[in-house]
């Protein structure tokens, strides 16, 4: 399990467009908001998607990233946001092994019975040092962007 303080899981996942983004990359330079969720397109998932990109201006004028993962491919996620016109930057995890390291892959229940493992959605907002500042799991999409900027904002 992640704790508040720890360094941040390392990751190369390709994007939408299937350049490969290093969260190495935005270390010293940008914080991180990453935030996970369980598949492109879908209603909770779209709300997530449009309030963050809603927000990207704010987030950058905080010296932020906003990355959002699924385990949809590159192709899935270039027409989830050309669709929906998203500003946010949308990686692939097709095999699950970020979305694993990160603890978000867990039993999900249906009327009090697992069913089937699945991303639970989460976030994690992680300094320019590559600590992770807040860990966020099981989260609403409703609002939760706008609770993430504050939370950004606190970061000073």
């Excluded at 704010?58 to 027409?79: I, K, P, Q, R």
């Excluded at 669709?83 to 867990?106: I, N, S, T």
């Excluded at 039993?107 to 019975?113: A, E, H, L, T, W």
Aim: contains cysteine.
């Amino acid at each position: 399990m992640l704790t508040v303080g720890q360094s941040a899981p390392a990751f190369d996942l390709p994007d939408g467009d299937m350049n490969v983004v290093s969260l190495s990359a935005f270390r010293g330079v940008h914080n991180v908001v990453l935030y996970f969720y369980p598949k492109d397109d879908t209603p909770g998932c779209t709300l997530e998607a449009i309030d963050f990109s809603d927000l990207q201006d704010e987030f950058l004028d905080l010296d932020t990233v906003v990355l959002g993962v699924s385990m949809d491919d590159c192709m899935s996620h270039g027409a989830f946001r050309d669709k929906h016109g998203l500003a946010v930057q949308l990686l692939a995890d097709a095999e699950g092994e970020v979305c694993e390291q990160y603890g978000v892959v867990q039993n999900k229940q249906v009327q009090g019975k697992v069913t089937r493992r699945g991303i639970v959605r989460s976030t994690f907002v992680i300094d320019k040092n590559g600590a992770l500042r807040h860990i966020l799991y099981g989260v609403n999409a409703r609002g939760h962007a706008s609770d993430v900027l504050d939370l950004v904002k606190e970061l000073g």
